[in-house]
C-alpha cells in the first residue's frame, strides 16, 4: 500500500481557508515564479519558481488518489468531473450526489458514505503503491485520529490570516499528536514546502 498522506496549503496561523472557504494569499505561490508547468489534467498552468518546482515533478507524478469531504468537492464544483491533479477522487459523503454522477459518467470519482477509512481503503486500492492525498481539514482530522496517516504534508506560507477561518486539523479528540522531524523541507519563494511522518 502507498503512503497516506494529509496535505494543505497552510498559513502560519494554521489556517487552510477562510470562514467562507475562500482561500485568501495560500496559493499565491503557484503563480509567482519563471517556471511553467501545466497540470496534469490541462486545466491550469502554474508558474513556479525553480525550487518550487522540483518539489512539484517530485510530488505531483507520486500521487495516486485523493480523499476528500464533500464540502471540497461541493466547493471545486467537483472540478467539473476530473480533477486538475488527475487522479481518482474519493469523496466521503452522507449522501451520493445523484444528479452529479449522472452528468458526468465518466468521471473517475467514487463517493463513499460508510466513513473515512472505507474512503481511505478505496484509495488505497485505486492508488496501488502510490500516495494517496488526504485533502480538507475535517477529513485530515478524523485521518490523523483513526490513526490512518503516514505523513502530513504543509504547503506553508507566510500569511497571518487570523480568526474567524478554518483551521488545519481543528481540535482533537485525541488530544496532542507529536509528528516527527520534517523529512522534507523546500524553501521556495512565499511558500516552504514541508513533510513530517506520522507515528503509528
Request: proline share 6%; glycine share 10%; aromatic share 8%.
Amino acid at each position: 500500500m502507498g503512503t497516506v498522506q494529509a496535505q494543505a496549503n497552510m498559513s502560519l496561523d494554521g489556517y487552510v481557508a477562510k470562514q467562507d472557504n475562500t482561500i485568501g494569499r495560500l496559493f499565491d505561490w503557484l503563480q509567482n515564479g519563471e517556471v511553467a508547468i501545466p497540470t496534469p489534467a490541462g486545466d491550469f498552468t502554474v508558474h513556479l519558481t525553480p525550487s518550487s518546482a522540483e518539489h512539484w515533478r517530485q510530488w505531483v507524478p507520486s500521487l495516486g488518489a485523493l480523499v476528500c469531504g464533500r464540502t471540497l468537492f461541493d466547493v471545486a464544483e467537483g472540478w467539473q468531473g476530473r480533477h486538475s491533479l488527475d487522479v481518482p477522487v474519493v469523496v466521503v459523503t452522507h449522501q451520493v450526489p445523484t444528479d452529479w454522477v449522472d452528468a458526468h459518467p465518466d468521471a473517475p470519482f467514487t463517493f463513499v458514505t460508510d466513513g473515512v477509512a472505507a474512503a481511505v481503503a478505496r484509495a488505497q486500492a485505486l492508488a496501488g503503491d502510490r500516495v494517496v492525498a488526504v485533502a480538507g481539514g475535517t477529513i485530515a482530522r478524523q485521518c490523523l485520529e483513526l490513526g490512518l496517516l503516514d505523513e502530513v504534508a504543509v504547503d506553508l506560507v507566510p500569511v497571518v490570516m487570523g480568526q474567524g477561518n478554518r483551521p488545519f486539523f481543528g481540535e482533537l479528540s485525541t488530544g496532542e499528536v507529536v509528528l516527527g522531524d520534517p523529512t522534507r523541507c523546500v524553501q521556495g519563494d512565499r511558500v516552504t514546502h514541508l513533510v513530517f511522518p506520522v507515528a503509528r
